[in-house]
């Protein structure tokens, strides 16, 4: 089974940018389908983005949809979040995780995914 190992959280300004690694070790993570969700303070863990096995298929969250994009090495067993024009809204300890999918496959529903790293925390303030 593949293990998740987040990075690149950091406190930042409104506005500014930042970009989250998830580097997978064990099994391939090519043979995963791979999101990242967070957990706001005093909130549920939401979805906020997925990419299908190969990278062709994505899907964001509407509260983040033109602002972060999810992208994946499969040579580098990475997967990454490109988050652009942070608000104090997207404070959260993000997580990345995944589950064995077939090709092009994705999902937004967290009881699908099996494995589950720590968490980074993203802190967006003034």
């Known amino acids: 089974q593949v293990q998740l190992v987040e990075s690149g959280g950091k406190s930042v300004q409104p506005g500014d940018s930042l970009r989250l690694s998830c580097v997978g070790s064990?099994?391939?993570?090519?043979?995963?389908?791979v999101a990242w969700f967070r957990r706001a303070p005093g909130k549920e863990r939401e979805f906020v983005a997925t990419?299908?096995?190969?990278?062709?298929?994505?899907h964001h969250a509407d509260p983040v949809k033109g602002r972060f994009r999810i992208s994946r090495d499969n040579a580098q067993n990475t997967v990454s979040l490109q988050m652009n024009s942070l608000k104090p809204e997207d404070t959260a300890v993000y997580y990345c995780?995944?589950?064995?999918?077939?090709?092009?496959?994705?999902?937004?529903?967290?009881?699908?995914?099996?494995?589950w790293g720590q968490g980074t925390q993203v802190t967006v303030s003034s």
């Open positions: 064990g099994r391939p993570i090519s043979e995963y389908a």
């Open positions: 990419i299908s096995r190969a990278g062709t298929v994505t």
């Open positions: 995780a995944a589950y064995l999918a077939v090709t092009g496959e994705v999902s937004s529903t967290d009881s699908r995914y099996r494995h």
